[in-house]
C-alpha cells in the first residue's frame, strides 16, 4: 500500500486571534493537534518608544512609560520615575514613598486579576474573568479617585505624585481591600479547584528553572518556577524593606513545578500578598507630607548612565537610561519583562496540542504594547 | 397527528371537495411548518434566556435596552444577521458551503418530526422513533464537515475534524445509554417509552421512597445512565465544556468561521435546536416525558408539601453559608402548595399529563446545560476522547448489563 502523503501544516496565529493578548502572530507548525515548532512574530504594535524618547525631555517620558504595559501603567511609571530620581540623587518624601507603593501593588493586584481571568478565558471559562474585571473596576475607580484616568494615569512623576490623594481614598482602599480577600475565595472555588481546569493546566508546559532562567524570564512565571527572585526582596527598592510579605512559589501542587497552574496559582497567591502589602502601607502611611515637594524644577540628571530594575506585575522592568547632562536623555532601553518571557514559548509549547500553546501563552501573561513598546 | 389534521381539514365544507391525498399533503406541510416555527422561536426565545442567565451568573444584568428588559434583543440580532452581507469567500467549495448549513438545520429541525409532546401532539407516530432520532441527528456532523472542508481555512478545518472526531465517538455510548432504557420497555417508540413511566413507584423498586416510576428512578443503573446520556449528549451538540469544535478562544470559531449573517444564523439556530432536542430526550427518556410528576390529586399535594419543605431547609442552609436570604425557591414552592391545597381543580390539573410537564422538564435541563456552559472551562481534544472511549463507554456498556440483571433480579423479565 502506498503511504498517504503527509506533511506539516504552518498555522498562523494571530495577529488577529481571540487568545494571543493583542496582535501577537504565533507561527505554528502543526502536525494535526500536535505543534511542533512556535515561532513568536511580534513588531504589530510598534510605536517607537525608545526612539520617542530621545526626543523628549525626561518629565515627557512618563506618559510613554504608562503606554508601554498598559494593564500596569502604575508600575512603569514608578519605575520609570526611580530611575531618574536615582540619577539625580533626589530624596522622596515618605508620603511619596508609602503612595507610591500602594498604587504600584494596587496595579499589580490589577494586572494579576486580568491574567488571571484571561487564563480563564484562554482554557474556555468565561465567568471567572467576569469575576476578575469586576474586582478590577473597583482598583481602576480608586485610581480615578487619585488621577482622573482609569487605565493611563500618566500619576507617578519624577520626584513626587501629579497630585496628592483625594479625601476618602484610604478609606475607601481599605474597604475594597475588606472585600478583596472574600473575592480571591470566590475565583479558587470557580477556577483553581475545578477538575476540568487541572486537567487543562497541570503539568503542561513545564518550565524548568534552567529553561527559565537560560531565557530570562522573570517575574511570577519564573517564581512559578521555583526560583525565589523577586526585586522587591533581593534588592529592596522604594521602601518594600519595611513590609511583611511572601513571595509565593510555584510547588506543584496539581502537578509539575513550573507548569501552566503554578504560573496561575502563583498570580493567585502574589494578589493576596499586595493586598498584605497595601494593608501594611496604608497603616503606616503619613499623615502630612506634601507630595510635590521633591519634584525638581529642571530635570537634568548629571552625565553618566543607569539601569534600574523594578519587579513590575510581569517581570523585571529594567530602564537603561544615558545622560549627557542636558534635559533629553541620549538613549533609554526598556528592558520589558513580557519580552523574555514570550521568548520561552517554543522551548515550553513544542509537542504540546494547539488548545495547550494557548494556555501557555495565557499563563506567561504577556502584553503586547509592552513586548512591541 | 397529520391524520387528525387530514380529517380536520376536510371537514369543512368548503374544502371537503379535495380529496383525502391532497388533505394529506397539505397537512404534512402545516406540520412541518408548525416545527420549523416551533424551532425559531425556540432559539430566539433560548437564546435571551442563556444571555440572562448568563448574566446572572456573571453579576450583570444582560440585555436591558431592547424592548421591556430586554426580551426584544434576540429580536433585534436576527434581523440584523438577515440584513448583512451574504459573503462567499474566493477560494470556498461554493456547492458544499451553501448547502453544509443547510444540511446541519434540516437534520436537527428534522429530528423534532418523532418527538412526542404530549399524547396527541407529535408529527410522526413512529415505532422505531428513538432510532429515527439518533440516527437523523448523527446527519449533522455531515454538515460540519462540509461547511468546514468547504471553507478553505485552516481554523475551520480543524473545528470540523475536531467536530467529526467528537460526535462519532460520542454517539456510541450515548446510543448505548438508550438501549438500556429500550431494553427496559422493549419499543423503540417513544410514547410507548414515556407510557411506561406514568404512576408512581417505589425508588430503585425496592427502597421505599415513593417516586414517579421515571426511569432515572428505576434502578442504579439507569440513575447513572441518565447522567452518562446527559454528559454524552453535551458533547454531541458541541456545548461546554465540549465545545472544542468551535472553541472561540483556540480556532476563532471553528468550523463557522468563514460564515456570517443568515448562513451563520442557521448554525446559530440548528445549534439551540440540539441542545432542545436532547433536552427533551432525557425528559422523555428518563424523565417520563410528559407524565406529571404526581400520581393523583393527593400526590400533587403532599409532593408540593414536601418540595416546600426541602426548599424551606435549603433557604437555611444558604442563609447559614452565606447570609444571603435567597427568597425566590421558597416563594415560589410555598405559593403553589397553598394553591395546591386551598384549589383541588389545580391539584388536579398538577396531577395530569400534558405538554406544560414536558416543557417544564426539558426547561430544566436546558438550564443545566447553560449552567454547564457558563462555568465550566472547555476540555482539550485528547481528553475528550479519553473521557469518551475509556469512561463512558464502558460505563454504557456496564449499564446496560446492570439494567439486565437488575431486571432479572426484580422479575420485571423472566427466562
Known amino acids: ?373 | 397527528m397529520i391524520q387528525l389534521l387530514a380529517n380536520w381539514i376536510l371537514s369543512f365544507d368548503v374544502l371537503s371537495g379535495i380529496g383525502f391525498s391532497v388533505a394529506w399533503g397539505l397537512s404534512l406541510f402545516i406540520v412541518a411548518a408548525l416545527i420549523f416555527a416551533f424551532v425559531a422561536v425556540n432559539a430566539i426565545v433560548l437564546v435571551y434566556i442563556e444571555r440572562k442567565v448568563s448574566a446572572f451568573m456573571q453579576v450583570r444584568l444582560g440585555p436591558m435596552r431592547v424592548g421591556k428588559f430586554g426580551t426584544l434583543q434576540t429580536v433585534a440580532d436576527a434581523l440584523k444577521l438577515l440584513q448583512k452581507e451574504d459573503i462567499i469567500p474566493l477560494l470556498a467549495d461554493k456547492v458544499l458551503f451553501v448547502v453544509g448549513p443547510w444540511v446541519i438545520l434540516i437534520a436537527s429541525v428534522a429530528t423534532f418530526a418523532a418527538i412526542p409532546f404530549s399524547d396527541t401532539l407529535l408529527a410522526a407516530d413512529m415505532n422505531v422513533g428513538l432510532f429515527y432520532i439518533v440516527s437523523i441527528s448523527s446527519i449533522v456532523v455531515l454538515g460540519i464537515v462540509m461547511a468546514g472542508w468547504a471553507s478553505n481555512n485552516k481554523w475551520s478545518l480543524y473545528g470540523a475534524m475536531r467536530s467529526a472526531a467528537q460526535m462519532i465517538s460520542y454517539e456510541i455510548p450515548v446510543g448505548i445509554t438508550l438501549i438500556a432504557v429500550v431494553a427496559v420497555v422493549g419499543s423503540l417508540n417513544l410514547q410507548a417509552i414515556i407510557q411506561e413511566q406514568a404512576g408512581t413507584g417505589n425508588l430503585f423498586h425496592w427502597i421505599p421512597i415513593p417516586l414517579p416510576n421515571w426511569f432515572i428512578f428505576h434502578s442504579p443503573f439507569l440513575f447513572i445512565a441518565a447522567f452518562v446520556y446527559l454528559i454524552g449528549a453535551t458533547a454531541e451538540i458541541n456545548r461546554t465544556p465540549f465545545d472544542i469544535p468551535e472553541s472561540e478562544s483556540e480556532l476563532v470559531a471553528g468550523f463557522m468561521t468563514e460564515f456570517s449573517g443568515l448562513r451563520w444564523a442557521l448554525f446559530f439556530l440548528s445549534e439551540y435546536a440540539n441542545a432542545t432536542l436532547v433536552a427533551l430526550l432525557v425528559s422523555i427518556v428518563f424523565l417520563g416525558g410528559w407524565q406529571s410528576p404526581f400520581a393523583d390529586y393527593e400526590g400533587a399535594q403532599i409532593g408540593f408539601s414536601v418540595i416546600t419543605l426541602v426548599a424551606i431547609m435549603w433557604t437555611l442552609f444558604v442563609r447559614a453559608k452565606t447570609g444571603r436570604l435567597s427568597v425566590y425557591p421558597l416563594g415560589l414552592s410555598l405559593i403553589l402548595t397553598m394553591a395546591v391545597w386551598l384549589f383541588p381543580g389545580f391539584a388536579i390539573w398538577m396531577a395530569s399529563p400534558g405538554i406544560f410537564w414536558m416543557l417544564i422538564k426539558a426547561g430544566s435541563i436546558i438550564f443545566m446545560l447553560m449552567w454547564f456552559r457558563w462555568t465550566f472551562p472547555r476540555l482539550r481534544v485528547d481528553q475528550l476522547m479519553y473521557v469518551s472511549w475509556k469512561v463512558i463507554l464502558p460505563l454504557s456498556l456496564i449499564n446496560l448489563m446492570g439494567v439486565a440483571v437488575w431486571m432479572w433480579l426484580t422479575g420485571e423479565i423472566q427466562f
Open chain 1, 1 to 373: 500500500m502506498a503511504r498517504l502523503h503527509a506533511e506539516e501544516m504552518v498555522l498562523n496565529m494571530g495577529p488577529q486571534h481571540p487568545s494571543t493578548h493583542g496582535v501577537l502572530r504565533l507561527k505554528l507548525r502543526t502536525d494535526g493537534e500536535i505543534v511542533s515548532h512556535i515561532e513568536p512574530v511580534i513588531g504589530y504594535l510598534h510605536r517607537s518608544f525608545e526612539k520617542h524618547a530621545e526626543n523628549l525631555e525626561y518629565q515627557m517620558v512618563t506618559p510613554f512609560t504608562g503606554r508601554c504595559d498598559y494593564l500596569a501603567a502604575m508600575g512603569s511609571e514608578h519605575g520609570y520615575a526611580m530611575a531618574v530620581e536615582k540619577m539625580m540623587g533626589i530624596e522622596l518624601p515618605e508620603r511619596v514613598e508609602y503612595l507610591r507603593v500602594i498604587f504600584a501593588e494596587l496595579q499589580r493586584i490589577a494586572s494579576h486579576l486580568v491574567a488571571v481571568g484571561t487564563f480563564g478565558l484562554d482554557v474556555g471559562a468565561i465567568t471567572p474573568f467576569i469575576y476578575c474585571f469586576r474586582e478590577r473596576e473597583l482598583i481602576l475607580d480608586l485610581f480615578e479617585m487619585a488621577s482622573g484616568a482609569r487605565l493611563l494615569y500618566n500619576y507617578i512623576w519624577i520626584g513626587g505624585l501629579a497630585h496628592d490623594v483625594p479625601p476618602g481614598f484610604v478609606e475607601k482602599t481599605y474597604e475594597f481591600l475588606d472585600a478583596f480577600d472574600e473575592r480571591v475565595a470566590e475565583y479558587n472555588q470557580i477556577l483553581t479547584g475545578n477538575k476540568i481546569f487541572i486537567e487543562r493546566a497541570a503539568d503542561i508546559g513545564v518550565m524548568t528553572p534552567e529553561v527559565a532562567i537560560n531565557y530570562g524570564v522573570t517575574g511570577p512565571s519564573l517564581r512559578a518556577s521555583g526560583v525565589n527572585i523577586d526585586i522587591r526582596r533581593t534588592e529592596p527598592y522604594s521602601i518594600y524593606d519595611r513590609f511583611d510579605f511572601d513571595i509565593p512559589l510555584g510547588q506543584g501542587l496539581q502537578g509539575t513545578v513550573g507548569d501552566s497552574w503554578d504560573r496561575y496559582f502563583v498570580r493567585v497567591l502574589e494578589m493576596g500578598e499586595s493586598a498584605k502589602i497595601i494593608r501594611q502601607a496604608l497603616d503606616q502611611l503619613p499623615v502630612e507630607g506634601d507630595v510635590k515637594s521633591a519634584i525638581p524644577r529642571r530635570i537634568r540628571p548629571p552625565k553618566g548612565e543607569i539601569y534600574f530594575r523594578s519587579e513590575n506585575p510581569r517581570g523585571e522592568l529594567g530602564y537603561y537610561i544615558v545622560s549627557n547632562g542636558k534635559n533629553v536623555p541620549v538613549r533609554l532601553k526598556m528592558r520589558s519583562p513580557a519580552f523574555s518571557n514570550l521568548s520561552v514559548i517554543n522551548e515550553i509549547g513544542q509537542g504540546w496540542m494547539i488548545s495547550d500553546v494557548i494556555a501557555i501563552l495565557g499563563s506567561l501573561d504577556i502584553v503586547l504594547g509592552e513586548i512591541d513598546r
